[in-house]
């Protein structure tokens, strides 16, 4: 099940011009290519202290990861509706 644009978008500052969203965690994330299939290459920054306060608020190292992945698609659907040519 895919969250919609508006469930979210306000926990993200998004910069359309670098391709790229800095989320309320100080995660950012930006579009780097296209690999051949299709799928986004990403490039992450802030990810260890992203990590690090995540893991001390959750402290279950799948569900860090889990919300990893979350914020991930939620950049990805960020991306292919506001960034997207």
Do not use: C
Not at 41 to 58: D, I, P, V
């Amino acid at each position: 099940m895919t969250q919609e644009l508006k469930d979210f978008i306000d926990n993200w500052q998004i910069d359309t011009n670098e391709k790229s969203a800095v989320h309320k965690s100080g995660l950012k994330i930006g579009y780097d290519s296209t690999n051949e299939d299709g799928s986004l290459r990403l490039a992450y920054s802030g990810m260890t202290s992203f990590m690090k306060n995540t893991y001390a608020e959750l402290k279950d190292v799948a569900a860090v990861e889990k919300r990893r992945d979350d914020l991930t698609q939620e950049f990805v659907e960020i991306f292919k509706q506001k960034m997207m040519p």
